[in-house]
Structures are given as structure tokens and as C-alpha cells.
T-cell receptor
Framework: AQSVTQPDIHITVSEGASLELRCNYS??????LFWYVQSPGQGLQLLLK??????LVQGIKGFEAEFKRSQSSFNLRKPSVHWSDAAEYFC?????????????FGTGTRLLVSP | GAVVSQHPSRVICKSGTSVKIECRSL??????MFWYRQFPKQSLMLMAT?????????EQGVEKDKFLINHASLTLSTLTVTSAHPEDSSFYIC??????????????FGPGTRLTVL
């Protein structure tokens, strides 16, 4: 069965500093990997996804993530954080065509941005 | 594109009553819709998967008689919480995947519905 670990519950980053949010997954085959962002009281917005091909994936809002099969990781990065990036970030893994199959989510990392 | 709406955004009801939550795909046809539940400061837990015109598939531990799901059209799925109790208070989020086109492999999420049962 798939599982996702986000080891950091909270992260505080100064505005303008770089960011890396960690995500490790467990899945026997090639995973479909996603990062979503959730603002307070809101639904989830897709930041980026990896299915195959180039292991460095570019997303919206200046985010990118790198798939590392040897480390079972899919860490999210941003070179310069803005105050509006403060939110909850969820990594998720799916099997096969995730339009029709369930996603398994990590427990989330809350990003706080300090002035 | 790929916008999903939910209604209502917030609902407060008395214990023992039933509440219906709607999930609509606004600009695409959703063959499959998913219902998730999220407790405060926790992750999303899948409750059920529904395909248009068929019965929903519930995850283990989810009471299908309590959480009624109907996916009557390609743009609408409803979740009815029957005989709601305070422990059903939660944030309910739906997602939908598009049939056909390049977005069949991605779920698009609605903004969620905050249910409070008094």
C-alpha cells in the first residue's frame, strides 16, 4: 500500500529565503506524485505533479520539486519565499491513473513566513 | 479550467438532522468524484469514490448508510450526512477528475464545506 511521510509538521522561513519541504513516499511501482497547497479554510490547489520523464518538475507560483527514486523522495522547493506562501502543504502519492484512483496524502507541513 | 465548486461552504445543523453537500465540476465533465474528510490540523482521508451512474465505493471504516453519496450526472455529486452527530463535525472536501482530454490523471479539489453539528 502507498504511504507518504512529511517529517516536518511546521517550518518557519524568513521572507525572501529559500524553502525546501520534504516528502518521502512508499510505493512498489512508479508513483504518481503531487504537491498541493491549502490556505486556511480552503480546498486544495495543485502546485505540481510528476508522472514520468524529467525528474525536476516546475509548478505554479515559482515552486519546483525533484523526484529522486533512490531516496523515495519528492521534495518541494522555492528559491525565494513570499509572505503569501504561508499555508499548509500536502504531498500525495497515487497509483496509476489517479484521475480514477485514490490519492494518499501526507500529514502536511505548515509553512510560516516571518518578516 | 478544471474548477470544482461546493455548496454550502459552511453549514451548522442540529444533532439528528441530515445535511446535503453538493460538489459540482463547473467546466468539465467528471467521470469520477472523490469525497474526503479533514479533521483540524490533519490530513485528508478519503471517504469514498463515486463514478457517474454507479454506486459509490466506500473506504474501510466509512459507514455507507450514514454518508450517502449520489453521482447522478457528470457534473454533480452529493454527500448526505444522515442523522448527524457532533462527531461528524469536520471539513468535507470533494475532488473530481475530468473524462477525456489531458486532465484525466489529476484530481481537482473543491473549496470544502465546514460542517458543524450542535
Amino acid at each position: 500500500a502507498q504511504s507518504v511521510t512529511q517529517p516536518d509538521i511546521h517550518i518557519t522561513v524568513s521572507e525572501g529565503a529559500s524553502l525546501e519541504l520534504r516528502c518521502n513516499y512508499s510505493y512498489g511501482a512508479t508513483p504518481y506524485l503531487f504537491w498541493y497547497v491549502q490556505s486556511p479554510g480552503q480546498g486544495l490547489q495543485l502546485l505540481l505533479k510528476y508522472f514520468s520523464g524529467d525528474t525536476l518538475v516546475q509548478g505554479i507560483k515559482g515552486f519546483e520539486a525533484e523526484f529522486k527514486r533512490s531516496q523515495s523522495s519528492f521534495n518541494l522547493r522555492k528559491p525565494s519565499v513570499h509572505w503569501s506562501d504561508a499555508a499548509e502543504y500536502f504531498c500525495a502519492v497515487g497509483a496509476g491513473n489517479t484521475g480514477f484512483q485514490k490519492l494518499v496524502f501526507g500529514t502536511g507541513t505548515r509553512l510560516l513566513v516571518s518578516p | 479550467g478544471a474548477v470544482v465548486s461546493q455548496h454550502p461552504s459552511r453549514v451548522i445543523c442540529k444533532s439528528g438532522t441530515s445535511v446535503k453537500i453538493e460538489c459540482r465540476s463547473l467546466d468539465f465533465q467528471a467521470t469520477t468524484m472523490f469525497w474526503y474528510r479533514q479533521f483540524p490540523k490533519q490530513s485528508l482521508m478519503l471517504m469514498a469514490t463515486s463514478n457517474e451512474g454507479s454506486k459509490a465505493t466506500y473506504e474501510q471504516g466509512v459507514e455507507k448508510d450514514k454518508f450517502l453519496i449520489n453521482h447522478a450526472s457528470l457534473t454533480l455529486s452529493t454527500l448526505t450526512v444522515t442523522s448527524a452527530h457532533p462527531e461528524d463535525s469536520s471539513f468535507y472536501i470533494c475532488s473530481a477528475s475530468a473524462s477525456g482530454g489531458p486532465s484525466t490523471d489529476t484530481q481537482y479539489f473543491g473549496p470544502g464545506t465546514r460542517l458543524t453539528v450542535l
